[in-house]
C-alpha cells in the first residue's frame, strides 16, 4: 500500500468514526490537516456535529484572529464551539464539497462577487436577515445572499523618498511617470488593477464602472515594462521594501503596516481606494444549520469589529463600530466615513459578470 493511499484509508476511517458520532467535527478535521487531506476528498456520509459552527478562511494570521474577535465571545455568549480554518474556499473547493455530499463547512470567506457566482450555482442559502442585521452594514455591501462582515481597501501606496516628499492625486497619479519616475506595482490578481490604470488615464471616479477593459489592457500594454506584479500580500510589501516601485495599489492592511514599519516613509493615500466587502457565504445544507446565521449576527457587535480591526486592519462593517475608534484606528479604517467619502466601492456585480473572462485575458497580456 502506498503512502498516500494508506493516509486516505485512515481519513476513511475517521469518515466512519465522524459519521458513526464517535468524532465530533473539530477532531475530525483535526484528523484530516494531520494527514494532509482535504474534507472535500474524503467519501462517505458525514453527521453534522450540532454543537458547533465551522468558519473556514485563507489561512495565516486570519485563523487566530478571527476565533480571538469573534469565535471565543460567541461561543461565551451561546455555548456552541466555533472552529476556524485556513483552508482555499474558492467556488471551486465549495462546489467539489457540496457535489460530495460531505459538507463539513458552515461559512467561508469570500468576496462580495463570489455570491453571484455561488448562488446561481445553488451553493449557498439565503441570509437568514431575521438573525442578521441588514442596518448595521452599508446598504451597498448588503445582498440576498450576504453582507459585508469586514471591509478591505485596495489603495495607492507609495515610497515618499521615491516621490521626493510628494503625495501622489491617489490612483490619478498612477500612470504620471514625468512627476512620479519608477516603476509601479499592480496585483496579479485584478482587484484594483484596472481601476488604478484607467483613473491613472483619466476616466473619473464616478465613470469608473463599468470598467472599460479594452483601454485598460492597451494602456498597460503600452507601458508593460513599467508595471512589477504581485500576487500576495507579502509580496507586495517586498516590492516597496526593496525599493523596487514608487507607488501602486495594495491591501490597506499591507500599506498600514509598510507605513508603521517604515517610519512613515513608505505610506498611502485614501484618494481613489477600491473599498470592498468580505462577506460569509453560507453553504448549502451546512452543518451547523440556523445557527450559523446567530454566529454571524454576533461578528455584528462594534467591539468585536474593533477588535478585528486591531489584530488584522480589517475594516469594521458596522458603521457605528468605525465611529467608536480611537485616532491611531481611525487612521487605518477604510471604512472609518471621512477614509469612506475618499473611496470608490467596488462594483460587486460588474465582478461577478466579468472576473473570470477578464482575469484569465489579464494573466495573458502580462505574459505575453
Known amino acids: 500500500m502506498t503512502a498516500s ?26 484528523v484530516l490537516g494531520a494527514l494532509g487531506v482535504t474534507p472535500l476528498l474524503v467519501s462517505g456520509p458525514a453527521r453534522a456535529a ?11 494570521d486570519a485563523v487566530p484572529a478571527w476565533g480571538k474577535a469573534w469565535g471565543d465571545p460567541f461561543t461565551k455568549d451561546s455555548g456552541l464551539k466555533v472552529t476556524v480554518l485556513g483552508a482555499e474556499p474558492t467556488p471551486g473547493a465549495i462546489k467539489a464539497m457540496i457535489e460530495s455530499g460531505n459538507v463539513v463547512w458552515d461559512c467561508t470567506d469570500a468576496d462580495g462577487f463570489y455570491l453571484p457566482i455561488l448562488s446561481k450555482q445553488g451553493l449557498i442559502q439565503p441570509y437568514d436577515y431575521s438573525k442578521v442585521d441588514k442596518a448595521k452594514v452599508r446598504p451597498e455591501f448588503t445582498f440576498e445572499y450576504g453582507c459585508a462582515a469586514y471591509m478591505y481597501s485596495t489603495v495607492n501606496a507609495f515610497s ?28 496579479k490578481w485584478l482587484v484594483g488593477s484596472l481601476e488604478a490604470v484607467l483613473l491613472g488615464s483619466g476616466v473619473e471616479p464616478d465613470k469608473l464602472y463599468p470598467l472599460d477593459v479594452q483601454k485598460a489592457f492597451a494602456i498597460i500594454k503600452d507601458n508593460r515594462d513599467q508595471f512589477l ?9 517586498q516590492l516597496f ?32 481606494g477600491v473599498v470592498a466587502p468580505g462577506v460569509l457565504p453560507v453553504l448549502v445544507k451546512n452543518p451547523a444549520g440556523p445557527a450559523v446565521f446567530d454566529f454571524i449576527a454576533s461578528t455584528q457587535v462594534p467591539e468585536r469589529q474593533v477588535e478585528l480591526l486591531k489584530l488584522l486592519g480589517n475594516g469594521p462593517a458596522n ?50
Open 160 to 187: 515618499l523618498e521615491k516621490t521626493g516628499g510628494k503625495t501622489p492625486n491617489g490612483f490619478k497619479d498612477y500612470l504620471n511617470f514625468k512627476d512620479f519616475p519608477g516603476k509601479r506595482a499592480i496585483y
Open 5 to 30: 493511499r494508506y493516509r486516505a484509508d485512515l481519513a476513511a476511517i475517521a469518515a466512519e468514526r465522524f459519521a458513526d458520532g464517535q468524532l465530533d467535527r473539530r477532531s475530525f478535521l483535526a
Open 50 to 60: 450540532a454543537q458547533e459552527v465551522v468558519v473556514v478562511n485563507f489561512g495565516g
Open 229 to 237: 506584479l504581485w500576487g500576495g500580500g507579502a509580496e507586495s510589501q
Open 319 to 368: 458603521p457605528a463600530a468605525s465611529a467608536s475608534l480611537s485616532p491611531d484606528l481611525q487612521k487605518i479604517d477604510c471604512g472609518y466615513e471621512p477614509n469612506y467619502k475618499r473611496q470608490i466601492p467596488i462594483d460587486s456585480a460588474w465582478y461577478a459578470e466579468n472576473y473570470d473572462t477578464v482575469q484569465n485575458d489579464f494573466l495573458d497580456l502580462i505574459a505575453s
Open 241 to 272: 521594501r526593496e525599493g523596487e516601485v514608487t507607488m501602486g495599489p495594495i491591501w490597506c492592511t499591507r500599506a498600514s503596516v509598510l507605513d508603521r514599519d517604515s517610519g512613515g516613509k513608505i505610506t498611502w493615500t485614501w484618494d481613489h
